[in-house]
């Protein structure tokens, strides 16, 4: 059973959505450094489309996307309510910690996909030296490479 810890409506996370973040909890990367590491805990409110219904509910058609941050411990669950989210009208996203995606991961699911373990000295996705990328998920289900969007150029 995958839960959420708490959530909140974003504006950077993904590139020109206004998006609600789900975070969820259980993650089992647990990266050296992690600004979340509350979430490493399996505790929370069960994430299933009920509770997704709710929190839409509160934000209506403000909110173009719904980004489940983490999720790494069930990804089949992530695939469904992503496959949920869409038919709901709203672009879904996917922040994971792996190095790369399941092999089983239906890509068309999603809009957006970020892949990639916190490396402290490399830094986050506004990092120039960033080993995360962030992808736009085409009609076809393929990645297109669009961290530049979020990075930070000095």
């Known amino acids: 059973m995958m839960k959420f810890a708490s959530y909140d409506i974003v504006f950077q996370e993904v590139p020109g959505e206004v998006t609600?973040?789900?975070?969820?909890?259980?993650?089992?990367?647990?990266?050296?450094?992690?600004?979340?590491?509350?979430?490493?805990?399996?505790?929370?409110?069960?994430l299933d489309k009920q509770a997704l219904t709710g929190l839409l509910a509160d934000y209506g058609r403000g909110v173009t996307c719904v980004a489940l941050m983490g999720g790494d411990a069930t990804p089949g669950e992530v695939y469904e309510l992503a496959q949920w989210i869409k038919q709901q009208g709203y672009k879904s996203a996917?922040?994971?910690?792996?190095?790369?995606?399941?092999?089983?991961?239906?890509?068309?699911?999603?809009?957006?996909?970020?892949?990639?373990?916190?490396?402290?000295?490399?830094?986050?996705?506004?990092?120039?030296?960033?080993?995360?990328?962030?992808?736009?998920?085409?009609?076809?289900?393929?990645?297109?490479?669009?961290?530049y969007k979020l990075q930070t150029h000095r």
Request: charged letters at 20%; proline letters at 9%.
């Open 20 to 46: 609600l973040a789900v975070n969820i909890t259980g993650c089992p990367n647990r990266c050296p450094g992690c600004h979340s590491p509350h979430l490493w805990a399996d505790d929370g409110i069960e």
């Open 94 to 147: 996917w922040y994971s910690g792996r190095d790369k995606l399941p092999g089983d991961c239906p890509t068309g699911r999603f809009d957006y996909i970020k892949v990639g373990p916190y490396i402290e000295h490399l830094g986050g996705l506004k990092s120039p030296t960033t080993n995360q990328r962030m992808y736009h998920v085409a009609a076809d289900g393929t990645l297109e490479d669009i961290t």
